[in-house]
C-alpha cells in the first residue's frame, strides 16, 4: 500500500485531492515513519571542479525540476577543507555559546520551562538550524515526545536528507532522483506534525559561494603534489656504453633502489650525474594562490578575517571583531525568530507547557574568575552586606557565622630591636654587637684589639 503512495499525485506542483484525504485519514506514527522510508543512497566522492560546481548550480535553478544533488555533492567535497571547517565552527561556536532564557510576558524567566531546552535534542535543533546559514533550505524532523524525568523531551531531532527535500515545491521524495510531483507534502497534512522547515524555498546556502575558493584550494594542493613528486627530488641519468639490453635493464632496477640505499655497483663505464631543479618559484605560485583562497573563504562565512587568520595590527583587529560580533548577532536573531515562530508553536501543538513563554538569549555580562573577585572584594571594602548564601554556593564554604575580625600585626620597623634578622645571629655575634655599641656610647676602647 505504501508504495502506492505515489501514484496519488498530479503532474502539477501542488497535491492531488485524493491524496489530501489520503494523508488527513492515515495516523501520525505512520506518517512520520514515510520520513525515514526513503531509497536512501551512497554518496558519491568523484573529484569536483570549477566546471561541475557551474553545472550543479544550474541544475538547482532548473525551473520545472530542480534538482540539488549534484550541489550538495560539491558541498560534501569541499566541507572537508580544513580552514572553511574551522569559519563554520568558529560561527556556529559563537553563536550557541550564550546563554539563554524563557521568559513571561511580564519578563520574569521560567526555570522549569528553559530547564526543557536544555537537552540534547535542542542541541541537535540548533545545530541543524545554523547549518541551514551553510547548507540552505532545510527540514528538521522530530521524534514523538516522551517523559523522562517528569519533563518532556522529543525522542530524538534529525535532519530529513537533503537529497530527498524538494523545498521549492514543500515536498519529500522516495527516490532522490524522482520528480517533485512524485513526492509527499511536508507542508500540509499529518507530515505537518513532525517536521519544521529552515531557510527559504530557494536558499542554497553560503557553501555556493564559497566553493570556488575551496575547489581552487583543493587542486593548487594537487598540482603543488604534483610539482614536488617531480621537481623536488634530484634527477639521476646515469650513462652507459654497453648496447647489452640485460645490462641496461640491470642498470635501470639499480638506480631504482637508489631511492632508499643510495649506491649501487655499476658496470665499468658507467656514469652517474645528479642533477638538481633549479625551480625556486613553487612557493609565490601555490603557496599564495591558497593563502588567497583561505582569506576568500573567512571573508565569506566570517565577513572579515583577523578572527581565524593572523592580524596585523591591534587596531584592526578590533574591527574586524566588531564586524564579526555583528554577524554573529544576525545568526541568534536567526535562531531566535525560528524558536519562537516555529519550535515553540510546534511544542506546544505536543502539549510541551510553553503557553505565553518567549525564547531569549541571556545578556547578563559575563565575567572571568578575575573580575568576579575584584568585584566582591570591591563589594566588602565597600560596606555593602553580602549574603552568606552566595559565598556558601559559589565557594562551598560552610559558613556559621561571624566574628569580629582579627587585629592587623603591628609593622615592624628597621629600627627596631626585635627583627627577624637577630634569630639568624649566633650567641658569638651577639656578644660582639653589645660591645660595639658599647664602644660607639663611649665604651670599652679595647674591642678591636
Known amino acids: 500500500m505504501k508504495m502506492n503512495f505515489f501514484n496519488f499525485f498530479r503532474r502539477n506542483n501542488g497535491m492531488s485531492r485524493e491524496m489530501s484525504r489520503h494523508l488527513r485519514s492515515i495516523d501520525k506514527d505512520k506518517a512520520r515513519k514515510m520520513l525515514i ?8 566522492l568523484t573529484r569536483q571542479d570549477i566546471a561541475a560546481w557551474r553545472a550543479a548550480w544550474q541544475r538547482a535553478l532548473d525551473v520545472e525540476n530542480p534538482n540539488r544533488n549534484r550541489l550538495y555533492d560539491i558541498y560534501t567535497d569541499v566541507c572537508i577543507d580544513l580552514h572553511l571547517s574551522g569559519c563554520i565552527g568558529q560561527r556556529k561556536g559563537f553563536v550557541i555559546r550564550k546563554g539563554f532564557k524563557l521568559i513571561d510576558k511580564d519578563g520574569n524567566v521560567d526555570e522549569q520551562a528553559t530547564a526543557l531546552f536544555e537537552e540534547e535534542w535542542f542541541d541537535n535543533f540548533v545545530s541543524e538550524v545554523l547549518d541551514t546559514r551553510f547548507w540552505g533550505a532545510s527540514l528538521i524532523e522530530f521524534g514523538a515526545p516522551v517523559s523522562q524525568l517528569g519533563k518532556m523531551r522529543f525522542s530524538y531531532v534529525s535532519l530529513v536528507p537533503r537529497r530527498h527535500v524538494r523545498p521549492e515545491y514543500g515536498v519529500i521524495v522516495r527516490d532522490q532522483n524522482d520528480t517533485p510531483d512524485r513526492g509527499i507534502s511536508y507542508r500540509e497534512g499529518a507530515m505537518a506534525d513532525w517536521c519544521i522547515e529552515v531557510g527559504g524555498p530557494h536558499d542554497l546556502g553560503l557553501l555556493l559561494k564559497c566553493s570556488p575558493s575551496a575547489l581552487s584550494k583543493k587542486n593548487m594542493l594537487a598540482f603543488w603534489d604534483g610539482f614536488g613528486e617531480i621537481f623536488g627530488m634530484p634527477i639521476r641519468i646515469a650513462r652507459t656504453t654497453s648496447a647489452d639490453e640485460k645490462e641496461r635493464s640491470k642498470l635501470e632496477n639499480m638506480l631504482e633502489k637508489m631511492g632508499a640505499a643510495f649506491f649501487g655497483v655499476f658496470p665499468e663505464g658507467t656514469e652517474i650525474e645528479i642533477k638538481e631543479t633549479t625551480r625556486g618559484d613553487a612557493y ?31 587596531s584592526q583587529s578590533e574591527v574586524h571583531l566588531e564586524v564579526f560580533e555583528n554577524v554573529i548577532e544576525q545568526d541568534r536573531k536567526f535562531l531566535r525568530n525560528m524558536v519562537n515562530n516555529r519550535l515553540i508553536p510546534f511544542m506546544l501543538k505536543h502539549g510541551f507547557p510553553l503557553e505565553g513563554l518567549t525564547f531569549e538569549w541571556d545578556d547578563t555580562v559575563e565575567y572571568t574568575p578575575e573580575q568576579i573577585r575584584q568585584v566582591e572584594q570591591m563589594l566588602i571594602t565597600g560596606g555593602y552586606d553580602i549574603a552568606p548564601d552566595y559565598f556558601r554556593e559559589k565557594y562551598n564554604i560552610d559558613i556559621i557565622g561571624k566574628h569580629e575580625p582579627l587585629p592587623e600585626p603591628e609593622q615592624t620597623t628597621p629600627d627596631d630591636d626585635s627583627t627577624d634578622a637577630d634569630d639568624d645571629l649566633t650567641p658569638e655575634d651577639k656578644k660582639r654587637l653589645r660591645k660595639l655599641a658599647d664602644i660607639i656610647s663611649g665604651g670599652d676602647p679595647r674591642f678591636f684589639d
Open 37 to 44: 522510508d526513503l531509497n536512501l543512497q551512497t554518496e558519491r
Open 284 to 314: 609565490n605560485v601555490y603557496d599564495k594562490r591558497i593563502e588567497r583562497a583561505n582569506s576568500e573563504l573567512s571573508k565569506g562565512i566570517l565577513n572579515q578575517t583577523m578572527t581565524i587568520d593572523s592580524g596585523s595590527s591591534l
